[in-house]
């Protein structure tokens, strides 16, 4: 469903994609993980055209997306939704708000439609009763949560979760992998989740895929990347920085 | 040093002119997007609620206050010479064709044009127009397009507005406070007050809207990251958008001029 080829992208004088080929099917949970600053996000944002690459190819349902203008992404947007770091909340909407502005956008004019639909999502992300907040009165973990409501609400195939459970306490984190999942089930959607949080990894994903150095250095399915005796992923996965290598070494 | 100066200067003019042309294309944009795209007439109302009536104050206070002054100033010079009967013509003229416009331009540029600037620039860190994008909604169509109708339909209305104050500010200072003879007041200022003055007016307010807000719209649209970034953007946009009110008004005086010449004809 998603291929990405030869991607490369700079920002100023750094490199921060140095040609990232990837591959994701219908269904699955890729799971892309790698160091703080390493081109994760990047690489989200341009998968659904929020930024342009300065080379290589990413096709979504058989359609390349690179160099397509901001009208004709429109519809490849309709098909892919994105849950962004601090939930993007427009701050100047309710969450119920917030959560319907695609269904406005849409064209939908039905207002009993909209609130079941908006009631729908309340109920799947577990925040009822909490419709006529603003974005300033909720928690970290609440904004996240009325992000995705307002991502999937018109039913995209694929949905990118970009640091899903950073800054949250585990708990909280918990109850956002559970979500994850939950929707994975109830729509059956693709989901590609950047983050470097190991123990979310390992709760969602197919595959698991690590970024380093603006390149995919290992992909392969959970158990694999536990198994694996490559000391960059045991660095990573072990929270070991240069320094107690040294020291350990 | 001198090639270092040359190249300096260059570096400066080159990037003005990619700035202008940025502009340029935004207005482009949103004028083809109003032809082209839907228009969110809810959001068009709550921007001309915003531009329009919560300016109401600010532009009541500087018409009528610069109309009572330049009454004030121009009768103490003509009464010298006896003609404090023409303070009407000369106030009514100069309100209509350049005070009421520019000064109301200005006024609007810092409240109207930080607002903007400050509104979509904040947006734009918080990555709420990421959001829009993607979502599918162009952010052009859904923050500039509204705000630029608002200003082409509020801009003309408040400036009329102002003229119109500042008129009956400098009859109130002129007739009750200096004891000119009002008969001849008015007189003197209907005789000279053509309907080319007013169109005059509301020409330079429609120009200055659009200066106005591609100016606020675009600093938003570009600002940099962070809190310093919005700062910056909102500052330069009022800075940008005056100067190029009062620069603007020069050549739209002089070329106005062509079409509506001043005078008693």
């Given at each position: ?8 992208k700079?920002i ?11 591959t994701?099917?219908k269904?699955e ?13 990047v690489?989200?944002k ?17 359609e ?7 009208r004709?992404?429109?519809?490849i ?6 849950l962004?770091q ?16 695609p ?13 079941e ?10 925040l009822?009763?909490?419709?006529k ?11 996240k ?6 991502s999937?609400?018109r039913r995209p ?6 640091e899903p ?8 984190s ?5 979500l ?11 989901s ?8 979310s990894?390992f ?37 070991r ?9 | ?5 040359i ?6 003019v ?5 700035y ?6 935004l207005a482009?944009e949103?004028i083809?997007?109003?032809f ?19 300016s109401q ?8 206050f610069?109309?009572a ?37 200005l006024?609007?540029t810092?409240r ?20 829009l ?5 162009h ?28 008129i009956?500010?400098?009859y109130?200072v002129?007739i009750?406070l ?32 659009l200066?106005?807000v591609?100016i ?15 700062g ?9 958008a005056?100067?190029?009110v ?7 005086t ?12």
């Open positions: 469903m998603i291929a990405v080829r030869g991607l490369t700079g100023g004088r750094q490199e921060i994609l140095r040609g990232v080929d990837l994701v099917a269904g949970t890729l799971v892309i993980i790698g160091r703080s600053g390493g081109g994760k996000s690489l989200l341009h998968l659904i055209g929020l930024m342009q690459p300065d080379a290589g190819e990413i096709w979504i349902d058989g390349n997306i690179i160099g397509l203008t901001e004709k992404l429109a519809a947007r309709l098909k892919v939704g994105i962004f601090g939930g993007a909340l427009f701050d100047s909407m309710t969450v119920e708000e917030n959560i319907a502005f269904l406005h956008e849409a064209g939908e004019r039905d207002p009993k439609k909209i609130e639909k908006v009631r729908e999502m309340l109920e799947v992300i577990e009822e009763g909490e419709e907040k603003m974005p300033v009165n909720l928690s970290g973990g609440m904004k949560r009325v992000g995705l409501a307002r999937i609400i195939s694929c949905v990118l979760y970009d459970t950073s800054g949250l306490d585990p708990v909280v918990d109850s956002i992998n559970r994850i999942r939950r929707l994975q089930k109830r729509f059956g959607v693709t590609i989740v950047v983050t470097h949080d190991m123990k990894a709760h969602l994903a197919d595959h698991i895929a690590y970024l380093h150095e603006g390149r995919i250095y290992f992909y392969g399915t959970a158990e694999e990347l536990e198994v694996s005796t490559d000391p960059l992923i045991q660095d990573f996965m072990l929270g920085s240069d320094d107690n290598v040294a020291k350990s070494g | 040093m001198i090639t270092g100066f190249t300096a200067v260059g570096g400066r080159v990037s003005f002119a990619v202008v042309g940025d502009v340029v294309m482009v949103t083809s997007s109003v082209a795209h839907k228009i969110r007439w809810r959001l068009f109302l709550q921007q001309i609620v915003d531009i329009g009536l919560h104050l600010v532009v009541m206070i500087t018409g009528a610069t109309g002054v330049f009454a004030a100033q121009t009768y103490f010079q003509f009464n010298k010479l006896g003609m404090g009967s023409a303070v009407g013509a000369v106030v009514s003229v100069s309100i209509c064709r350049e005070l009421g416009p520019v000064l109301t331009a006024m609007v810092g109207v044009g930080a607002s903007m600037s400050a509104e979509i620039g904040t947006m734009k860190v918080t990555e709420q127009i990421d959001a994008r993607a979502l599918a909604v952010p052009i169509d859904y923050l500039v397009v509204p705000r630029t109708l608002a200003m082409m339909v509020s801009m003309p209305l408040l400036v009329a507005e102002a003229v119109a104050i500042g009956a500010a400098g109130f002129a009750f200096l004891e000119v003879n009002g008969t001849y007041y008015v007189a003197n200022m209907v005789r000279w007050t053509q309907m080319r003055d007013i169109i005059m007016a509301l020409t330079k307010a429609f120009c200055f809207a200066l106005i591609f606020s719209c675009h600093k938003g649209l570009t600002s940099e990251e962070g809190a310093v970034g919005v910056k953007a909102t500052t330069e946009a009022v800075v940008s005056s100067l190029a009062l620069i603007f008004n020069f050549f739209l002089m070329g106005l001029n062509i079409i509506f010449p001043a005078g008693y004809q």
